[in-house]
Nanobody, 121 residues
Framework: QVQLVESGGGLVQAGESLRLSCVASGSIFRVNAMHWYRQAPGKKRELVAIITSDGGTAYADSVKGRFTISIDNAKNTVILQMNSLKPEDTAVYYC???????????????WGQGTQVTVSS
């Protein structure tokens, strides 16, 4: 059984920073990639940032230059450092992982429960 647990959300003012963490635990042979998504009220879930196990990254245009994603492969942990936060960044942030639960398994997708980020103006 694989679990993803996010932490680090909260309420901040515009211009401040937050650091989100997501730890994948359980039966894990290899993590291929970990992503952060977010979903604001009344909106579709959107991709925020991607990182692969070899460190390749990609970002949504709306967060480029402000957010940084990093991964600790040894700890199966992904970090999202969010700087210069704006009210429009307010959303529930979800962690996603594509990983191999065992050496013989196919890659599978897992989601965390989400963590709320609220940015006041």
């Amino acid at each position: 059984q694989v679990q993803l647990v996010e932490s680090g959300g909260g309420l901040v003012q515009a211009g401040e920073s937050l650091r989100l963490s997501c730890v994948a635990s359980g039966s894990i042979f290899r993590v291929n990639a970990m992503h952060w998504y977010r979903q604001a009220p009344g909106k579709k879930r959107e991709l925020v940032a991607i990182i692969t196990s070899d460190g390749g990254t990609a970002y949504a245009d709306s967060v480029k230059g402000r957010f940084t994603i990093s991964i600790d492969n040894a700890k199966n942990t992904v970090i999202l450092q969010m700087n210069s936060l704006k009210p429009e960044d307010t959303a529930v942030y979800y962690c996603y992982a594509r990983l191999l639960p065992s050496v013989v398994a196919r890659p599978s997708d897992y989601w965390g429960q989400g963590t709320q980020v609220t940015v006041s103006s």
